[in-house]
């Protein structure tokens, strides 16, 4: 009887072997439920075994197999075998982790047949003028179905009455539900005629024949989304599905609409952790019977199956949160550019800070440049940066004179400040004036967090929180201080100097409520907030056309970090705060406060000059022997006691001199974060200038790991990490 391989969501390397009765159809790619020890666990199909190495009668036969979905197709079962070998991880949890969990669920999914709403007879025969003037929405509906049917998605896209609006006209008997018509060409809105340096973009890619990875360097506001939406319109005409990774969930909702609007009656669906597992579990769905033409997602849409794929682009390809810290700790930037090789298609990736790593291999030739200098809408020019040298002009509250007159000269004419401090909560560490003593967490070797609004502590690192203290725990005095200045201590300091302003903290506290976000993003649009308070949940992509004022607190602390990315980072996040302000017709203005106003990370920021950054950036690079000119692995353990969590680490460092391969093997070292809800963490780097010589190393190493005795400890590999 046949034999098949089957993926399980279990920590071991291996496919486990099962027989396949012969009157039983069953297809690679498949779902299927299989005895594992006492239980029924759901496995994936990966392959046919000619036989097994297991004694036939201890082979077990397959309970059932699921054909409610059709099988995974065999390209992506190749792209899981490559992130399983690439990172180390073993294959059955990493080909289930890149499954919705809906589908890693045994229940059988009833597809949704996707309806289309169209005119009626009547609703064709209707004088739209006829309706009264008040009912707008219905006669926007009216009109764009008039053109062509549409998707549910894609008449809420039109207003957020559309539903409500649907209803009377479904109601009157003008609008019904009808089944799709496959439709070959499709409305593109062409917003804009493109500038010069877009049309070359867009030429670039869209003529590249097979696999090619550009990289897209345009500055803020330079019309990257618009080169992604020509391109869309481009591979949607070849029949091709187009694939766009975003960093944020926080993003997708307004993109979805924005790419809705420029393709009214094209399939998109969207694939990011925000949406309900059902919901998921259809648009990865759609994406895999070709229906959907367009995926628009965070990092887990890289393993979307689509088997048109004509595109890949990654927006802001720097960005850390394409990176996953847990589990199989995979990249999807770096993911999807194994994918579009294997496929063959071309790869856009956009910045306005690349990583040192896409920059290098721009330079080097990998990849293709391509340069967007100019802001798309004239005469939007970048903003002017000023450092304040905070040496020279003392600080009242965190806030120095100029930054103050800036924001009063805002308020005066009507046009908003965004408040850049990267610290949430009240003030960073609580401290007893007569003894010194801080609020420190029991669980981590962190400071607890002052949040004066319900008046906690609270642990940013492990979540656990106390009251707070009327008197120090140590001595007993009661004058406790809160030092230092996160947002909530902010907003207060505003209001005080400026009482009538209408203030909006914008932080993961303020933010937290479903919902609350979108809130605050129409007020801010609607002109009802003056000075928005934000951590880097504000600096990311939102285009408000009235801000024209940034100022940035205080940054200096990744100029001297321990980590050699914070200043990458900090560049990067400066500019996308920065191109925040005057997007529009007004000019904007960036204020830093700064104890180190000359350092060339601020002179490059003022000129906007990301490439002399980064070419100052990847010299010190290069001498220091750092990514992106050696390719990295980190083994970090954790556990209850710290000799345990060292003692593996020396242990495998031992196991990795021995081999004796061209390898940098690093000594064992705390973790930048050296404790954590009770656990001690270490960790050890090796590297290589070479990222075959590094894999070839980790395969020899790997099984050395695996067999070590652990069973206290937690351990993982990070391959290209990029959190220490
Ligand atoms: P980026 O993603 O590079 O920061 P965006 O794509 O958001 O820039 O574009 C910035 C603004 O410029 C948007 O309001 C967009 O509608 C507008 N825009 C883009 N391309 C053009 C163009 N060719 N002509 C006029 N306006 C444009
Ligand atoms: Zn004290
Ligand atoms: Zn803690």
Redesign the pocket.
């Known amino acids: 009887m046949p034999i098949i391989r089957v993926a399980l969501d279990v920590p071991l390397s291996t496919l486990f072997d099962y027989v396949v009765s012969v009157d039983t159809q069953l297809e690679i790619g498949q779902r299927v439920i299989v005895p594992f020890g006492r239980k029924q666990v759901l496995g994936l199909a990966m392959e046919w075994a000619e036989q097994s190495e297991l004694a036939s009668e201890r082979i077990k036969p397959v309970t059932q197999v699921l054909d409610d979905v059709p099988p995974l197709p065999q390209e992506l079962l190749t792209l899981l075998r490559f992130c399983s070998d690439y990172y180390h991880h073993p294959l059955g949890m990493t080909a289930l982790s890149a499954l919705p969990t809906r589908l890693r669920t045994v229940e059988p999914i009833t597809l949704k047949q996707s309806l289309e709403y169209a005119l009626s007879a009547a609703g064709k025969a209707l004088d739209v003028a006829t309706l009264p003037k008040r009912r707008v929405v219905q006669q926007r509906i009216l009109q764009a179905l008039s053109q062509i049917p549409m998707s549910g998605a894609q008449l809420r896209s039109l207003s957020p009455s559309a539903p409500a609006a649907l209803k009377a006209l479904v109601e009157a008997g003008w609008v019904e539900l009808c089944a799709p018509v496959p439709r070959t060409a499709h409305v593109f809105n062409s917003a804009?005629?493109?500038?010069a340096e877009?049309q070359q973009a867009v030429d670039a890619v869209a003529q590249q024949a097979g696999y090619g990875c550009f990289l897209l360097h345009?500055i803020?506001?330079?019309?990257?989304?618009?080169i992604y939406v020509h391109l869309m319109h481009e591979m949607l005409q070849r029949g091709g599905q187009v694939l766009l990774l975003v960093p944020e969930i926080n993003l997708t909702p307004q993109l979805e609409n924005y790419f809705r609007s420029r393709f009214p009656d094209v399939e998109l669906v969207s694939l990011h952790s925000g949406l309900a597992d059902g919901e998921r579990a259809q648009n990865w769905l759609k994406a895999q019977a070709g229906e959907a033409r367009i995926v628009l997602g965070t990092r887990l849409a890289v393993f979307a199956p689509l088997p048109q794929l004509g595109l890949i682009l990654v927006d802001e390809e720097h960005d850390a949160s394409f990176k996953q810290q847990d589990g199989l700790r995979y990249s999807a930037r770096d993911v999807a550019i194994f994918r579009a090789n294997q496929r063959g298609v071309p790869i856009a990736l956009g910045s306005a800070t690349p990583s040192l790593e896409s920059w290098y291999n721009a330079q080097s030739g990998r990849y293709r440049l391509l340069r967007l200098t100019q802001r798309?809408?004239q005469p939007a020019t970048l903003p002017i940066v000023r450092c304040i040298d905070v040496n020279q002009l003392p600080l009242q509250d965190g806030l120095s004179q100029p930054l103050l007159a800036a924001i009063e000269a805002r308020l005066q004419r009507g046009e908003q400040s965004l408040i850049f401090i990267n610290r949430r909560g009240y003030a960073p560490v609580l401290m007893c004036t007569a003894c010194g003593w801080l609020s420190e967490c029991k669980h981590c070797a962190g400071k607890l967090v002052l949040h004066l609004k319900d008046r906690t502590l609270r642990c940013h690192h492990c979540g656990f929180q106390q009251r707070v203290p009327h008197a120090c725990p140590t001595c007993g005095d009661a004058d406790l201080k809160p030092v230092g200045i996160g947002t909530q201590r902010m907003e207060e300091t505003l209001h005080s100097y400026f009482p009538q302003a209408r203030i909006l903290r914008v932080d993961r506290d303020s933010t937290r409520n479903k919902g609350a976000w979108d809130a605050m993003r129409k007020q801010i649009h609607d002109g009802e907030a003056d000075i928005l308070i934000g951590t880097q949940i504000l600096a990311k992509g939102h285009?408000f056309p009235n801000l024209t004022l940034v100022g940035v607190l205080n940054p200096d602390g990744a100029l001297y970090s321990a980590d050699f990315r914070a200043s990458e980072k900090l560049f990067a996040q400066l500019t996308q705060v920065g191109?925040r302000a005057g997007?529009a017709d007004k000019a904007g203005e960036v204020i830093v406060q700064t104890a180190f106003p000359n350092h060339p990370l601020f002179q490059a920021l003022r000129a906007h000059d990301y490439e002399a950054w980064a070419q100052t950036l990847l010299a010190e690079r290069q001498m220091a022997g750092f990514p992106p000119f050696v390719y990295q692995v980190l083994l970090s353990a954790e556990g209850k006691q710290e000799k345990e969590a060292l003692a593996f680490l020396h242990q495998a460092r031992v196991a990795a001199l021995n081999l004796a391969m061209p390898v940098e093997v690093y000594g064992v070292v705390p973790a930048a974060m050296p404790r954590r809800a009770n656990h001690h963490r270490a960790q050890l780097l090796v590297q290589s200038d070479k990222r075959k010589t590094l894999q070839e190393f980790l395969r020899a190493w790997k099984p050395t790991l695996d067999g070590m005795p652990a069973h206290k400890l937690r351990w993982s590999l990070d391959i290209d990490p990029l959190e220490f």
């Open positions: 804009h005629m493109l500038t877009q345009g803020t506001g330079s019309g990257k989304t618009e798309a809408v285009d191109g997007r």
